[in-house]
T-cell receptor, first 112, second 115 residues
């Protein structure tokens, strides 16, 4: 089973609206990361939040982490058509190491 | 330079062929990865190299053979593949994680079709 489950699986919004996607995970982590993937391309790292942080901002991105609920959310404010992509959360295990475990992903479509 | 390059971009091969995928990074990263990704699915980890040594093999069939000739290069040798191996193959690199898990930098991928 997936370490990370994301919801919704797909999200369609209008340009200028905010987009929120959620990630749940099962085991203890040292950090949680969010990646974006444009269709058929490589993944791009967006933001990393450590297990002792609760909220982090980067430009139009806001990430929250609730380790007691084993969940995270990614908020994209004032969305643009260029934000259309798949978004994946990925967790690094407690204790560290190289292995990231990816969530199932959310497909975001931002319409003009 | 924060780029990971992969060649070729597209590859079509028959089930009896032997081919190789190549990956290169010049960020000084000492961990390199191969992932397989099917459409609308997350990437699945295949192999991890740490300081040019294979550190993780996620029970990948032997028809996939990784190689790390030096700290900047990563190859994936393919032999006798099956049609279900058709997928996007992604290479990534990162700093070597000890107590933390670093962000990974991905290449654009090789779209592989096995006929």
């Amino acid at each position: 089973s997936q370490q990370g489950e994301e919801d919704p699986q797909a999200l369609s919004i209008q340009e200028g609206e905010n987009a929120t996607m959620n990630c749940s995970y099962k085991t203890s982590i040292n950090n949680l990361q969010w990646y974006r993937q444009n269709s058929g391309r490589g993944l791009v790292h967006l933001i990393l939040i450590r297990s002792n942080e609760r909220e982090k901002h980067s430009g139009r991105l806001r990430v929250t982490l609730d380790t007691s609920k084993k969940s995270s959310s990614l908020l994209i404010t004032a969305s643009r058509a260029a934000d259309t992509a798949s978004y994946f959360c990925a967790t690094g295990p407690k204790g560290g190491g190289n292995k990231l475990t990816f969530g199932t992903g959310t497909q975001l479509k931002v319409e003009l | 330079d924060t780029e990971v390059t992969q060649t070729p971009k597209h590859l079509v091969m028959g089930m009896t062929n032997k081919k190789s995928l190549k990956c290169e990074q010049h960020m000084g990263h000492r961990a390199m990865y191969w992932y397989k990704q099917k459409a609308k699915k997350p990437p699945e980890l295949m192999f991890v190299y740490s300081y040019e040594k294979l550190s993780i093999n996620e029970s990948v069939p032997s028809r996939f053979s990784p190689e790390c000739p030096n700290s900047s290069l990563l190859n994936l040798h393919l032999h006798a593949l099956q049609p279900e191996d058709s997928a996007l193959y992604l290479c990534a690199s990162s700093h070597q994680g000890l107590a933390v898990t670093y962000e990974q930098y991905f290449g654009p991928g090789t779209r592989l079709t096995v006929t």
